[in-house]
């Protein structure tokens, strides 16, 4: 028998109106469901936003990725969760993978891809783009991404504060993401480069519990969850 189609779906950041057409036909028709989780007594945050497109008879198969910066255990996750997805494509049938945002961009499908590839080269992969996080930021706060010629620059803060000096520099656009819990930091280095007046922050971008800030002064002091799916877009001129 030969295998089933995986298909690798970007759901957007959060609200299920934005998942493409494409993706909601898919979701609509596919029998195998698998979805990514942070733990495994919670919910999945993609499943929720893209529950309402799956068809009524789909098997929901949930995947525990836990948020670990230990690369042994990340790695040996994504093996078995690449072993579980390669047992269901064998039986012919379709799977697909719900993935925040867009596929491609800080996910955790970039790395199961690239292990089920490994474990069977010849699997037929469909990815399914979905709208970015920033891209939704930018829209709920009129905020424009590119201007003429300006370079937009992309950040994954979390771990490293002297890229967001180096963004500065550079001017244009700065895209801030996976800031989790060095928001404090990151508005501390936007204030001491004069450019926090010129920032938006927004957290969950489409879902129920979102909140927008334009005055990024009033998130100083906030708990260690207030970075958690959040974006900031920062618009500086060059230095």
């Known amino acids: 028998m030969s295998l ?3 298909y690798g779906i970007g759901v957007g950041p959060g609200d299920p109106e934005l998942l493409t057409v494409k993706a909601a036909s898919l979701l609509g028709r596919c029998p195998h469901i698998v979805v990514p989780k942070a733990k495994a007594e919670g919910g999945s945050v993609a499943l929720e936003i893209a529950g ?3 068809h009524a008879a789909a098997t929901i198969h949930e995947l525990v990725f836990p948020m670990t910066t230990d690369k042994a255990e990340l790695s040996r996750r994504w093996k078995e969760s690449a072993q579980t997805i390669l047992a269901l494509l064998q039986t012919g049938e379709d799977v697909c993978f719900l993935t925040l945002g867009d596929a491609l961009v800080y996910s955790t499908y970039i790395y199961l891809l690239r292990e089920l590839k490994a474990l069977a080269p010849e699997v037929n992969v469909v990815t399914v783009p979905g709208i970015t996080s920033f891209s939704a930021v930018a829209a709920l706060t009129a905020f424009p991404l590119g201007e003429g010629k300006e370079p937009i620059t992309i950040v994954p803060a979390a771990d490293d504060l002297t890229a967001i000096r180096q963004a500065v520099e550079t001017g244009g656009t700065i895209v801030l993401m996976k800031i989790g819990k060095r928001l404090g930091d990151i508005l501390g ?3 001491e480069l004069g450019v926090i007046g010129d920032a938006v922050f927004v957290q969950r971008a489409g879902q129920p519990t979102q909140r927008i800030e334009t005055d990024l002064r009033k998130l100083r002091g906030q708990d260690a969850e207030a970075g ?6 920062v618009h500086t001129a060059k230095k």
């Open 4 to 6: 089933g189609t995986f």
């Open 52 to 54: 309402r497109h799956v």
């Open 189 to 191: 280095v936007l204030d």
């Open 228 to 233: 958690y799916l959040s974006v900031i877009l």
